[in-house]
């Protein structure tokens, strides 16, 4: 089910900014009876986003209360709301466009995500490295051909996802998910400054850790610190914790961070 700006509709202008050049950002939430996880993080996420892209005012509570409907009488679900730009301006330049768009969708909740959090999944290293852009990291903008990509090259090997390096052969992050490892009392995840989206999960796993008898570390680190980890799990607002067994040659055969945090994620 989609809604653009409150209407149910999948129609929209191809003149729009979103398809035209990846002109806008979005959130994906995981929905529990009716109700969506972390709904102000995700909102606040996106606000941050809008001053970042520098968008005109946005209508927040509107943008909420969309979301809310389409979340209500959903057991366990995803909404996806979409910011675009609108229509307007002539080329690149924003001048012109008189109101953004609002997209809301609804869908149902992948259920091979409940069949890896019980077995773990495997990794595999893309040959994709996505680029330093300290003015869009962090934030989740419409410009995904980078994903694409290593989902495109993930689904020629075996592995359920994909860890993913920057063009200086850092970790960043995997396909769709943020990245921690655990060396005894040591948990580590990668710096997001030049690269990759900070998902709201990993700020609620941060949190976490931070009354826990552990050390968190944000770091740039290259792909061989993963040799020697004793755990390995992914996170994003859906999964939302996944113990990782493999990656490529390497074992993981610990659970013990992930059990502790997955009650609370």
Known sequence: MYWINGQASKTLSVS???????????????????????????LERMRQAAERLLFPA????????EMQHAAQSVQLGVV????????????????????ATRIVSRGVYPAHYLQWCERGITLAVSPVVLAQNPLLAGIKHLNRLEQ?????????????????LD?????????????????????FTPCLQQAGVAGLM?????????????TLHVVREPLQTLAD????????????????????????HSRQLFYELKPHC
């Not at 729009?16 to 995700?42: K, M, N, S, Y």
């Not at 850092?170 to 005894?184: P, T």
């Not at 700020?203 to 826990?212: I, N, Q, S, T, Y």
């Open 80 to 99: 996806k709301a979409i910011i675009t730009r609108g229509s307007g301006g002539r080329g690149y330049s924003p001048q012109g466009c008189q109101a």
């Open 16 to 42: 729009d900014r979103g398809l035209q050049f990846g002109d806008g950002f979005f959130t994906t939430c995981r929905v529990i009876a009716g109700e969506i996880d972390l709904l102000p993080w995700h």
């Open 202 to 214: 990993r700020r609620k796993v941060m949190a976490l850790l931070a009354d826990r008898d552990y």
């Open 58 to 65: 946005i209508d927040w509570l509107l943008l909420q209360q």
């Open 148 to 164: 694409v990509l290593i989902r495109s090259h993930l689904e020629q090997t075996t592995a359920d996802e994909a860890v993913v």
């Open 167 to 187: 063009t200086s052969g850092i970790l960043v992050e995997c396909c769709a998910a943020n990245l921690f490892w655990r060396k005894g009392k040591a948990v």
């Open 229 to 252: 980890a004793d755990e390995v799990i992914l996170c994003n607002a859906l999964m939302p914790l996944l113990p990782v067994t493999r990656l490529e040659t390497w074992h993981y």
